[in-house]
């Protein structure tokens, strides 16, 4: 990804639901005026959900999500379907696209989208291919069962597109475009450290997103930076005329760090902080009180959003089991998921520790964090629980 795009787990994700055939992938490659969605008049071609970048006029950096029709059949047709279904946990604001007068499947879809508050726009698609008799009846009915207006919209004409628009820019979650990772801790000229990571996972000559993102947001509120390494943490403190605003370290050098801080300055971590900015802070600092009660027959869930070849000094594949282990035996088991993988049943785990989730967009992050809630498992992320197990949770700035 080059740095000057717009990270996908920071774009608006609109879904488009609905049956096979009933005009989804058309839709979308009217409203974004380019061929990114097969089309076919054989029902099903839309297999797994298609991602798609975009840059919208009036809307900004967005992800589109062509979604297999729910009505699929068989056991293939089941599986394309439960991948549809984990496209809703990703999902900021859905399109659901009506094509017929029964509206039973469409009756189960919509109570899920309302179980997960996904902002819904309710659309007619096709309109150039039926009479207003058809159109009205149709709409009302929706009207009815949902009480939704629907907007009838043509992909051959484009007539209703900018309408859709408009209702897109409407129910752009409150907040989403005001998100900010550390607007909330600092003000213009406030001089910032931070402590940054270079082991195996930042190789030489890079730096890992949520460390990008944070100088971004950082510069973008005009505040000093200072980037150095935990070995060079003395040397830039001794540099500094005056103690800095804030502190923000690698979690792995959380304990480090808190010992060498001056008493004035405020510490946190990336990984705190992505846990506010994707997630919900408080629910992770809740669920982290579940540590204390953990023992050697206690079972936890390792959760990564990113997909990688193992390495040798993995924080969650190695270092946070090794920490666990040390304090409760290692007979702890401890499992790992990664990527799109994720248990529909959490109630096993004592205790599921998730990563800062920087390939996720915060609408994926809160659904696990209620499913988790659903379900009796307590949720924690890297940073919260390295805080914890180290014992200076109480010391570390949640903001």
């Not at 496209?87 to 859905?94: F, G, H, P, Q, S």
């Not at 993102?213 to 509120?221: A, F, G, K, M, P």
């Not at 959003?305 to 969650?316: K, R, V």
């Not at 800062?356 to 009796?376: P, T």
Request: charged content about 25%; hydrophobic content about 40%; overall charge negative.
């Amino acid at each position: 990804m080059e740095l000057q795009q717009t990270p996908g787990a920071n774009r608006l994700h609109i879904g488009i639901f609905g049956r096979r055939n009933s005009g989804k992938s058309s839709l979308i490659n009217a409203f974004t005026g380019q061929e990114i969605a097969l089309v076919s008049d054989v029902a099903g071609t839309t297999t797994d959900p298609v991602y798609k970048a975009m840059e919208i006029p009036g809307i900004g950096p967005c992800m589109l999500i062509d979604t297999a029709g729910f009505d699929d059949v068989g056991d293939l047709g089941q599986m394309r379907v439960e991948k549809t279904r984990a496209a809703l946990r990703k999902t900021d604001v859905a399109i659901l696209v009506f094509s017929q007068a029964d509206l039973s499947e469409e009756q189960e879809w919509a109570k899920q989208l309302r179980q997960q508050k996904i902002p819904v726009i309710a659309v007619v698609s096709q309109s150039d291919l039926r009479s207003a008799q058809e159109m009205d009846a149709l709409k009302q009915k929706i009207r009815e069962m949902f009480q939704w207006d629907a907007l009838e919209v043509s992909a051959k004409d484009g007539s209703g597109l900018e309408r859709l628009k408009e209702e897109l820019l409407r129910n752009i979650p409150e907040g989403f475009e005001a998100a900010s990772i550390v607007g909330h801790l600092v003000s213009p000229e406030d001089v910032v450290l931070l402590v940054m990571p270079q082991d195996i996972q930042a190789p030489k000559g890079r730096l890992i997103l949520p460390q990008v993102q944070t100088i971004r947001d950082l510069l973008d509120h005009r505040c000093v930076v200072m980037s150095v390494t935990a070995q060079q943490l003395d040397s830039a403190l001794s540099a500094l005329a005056k103690p800095p605003k804030l502190i923000i370290t690698d979690s792995q050098v959380f304990p480090y760090v808190f010992e060498r801080k001056p008493e004035e300055s405020l510490l946190t971590s990336f990984s705190i902080l992505f846990a506010a900015y994707k997630g919900d802070l408080q629910a992770f600092v809740d669920g982290a009180k579940a540590i204390d009660a953990l023992t050697g027959e206690s079972r936890v869930l390792i959760a990564e959003a990113c997909t990688h070849a193992p390495l040798e000094e993995d924080i969650g594949r190695v270092k946070i089991p090794a920490m666990l282990r040390k304090r409760f035996g290692a007979s702890l088991q401890v499992d790992l998921v990664s990527g799109a993988d994720f248990p529909a049943d959490t109630s096993p785990y004592d205790l599921i520790i998730h990563c800062g989730a920087c390939m996720f967009n915060r609408k994926h992050v809160l659904s696990r964090i209620e499913q988790a809630k659903q379900q009796g498992t307590p949720i924690c992320n890297y940073g919260v629980s390295i805080a914890k197990l180290t014992g200076i949770l109480d010391h570390v700035f949640l903001g």
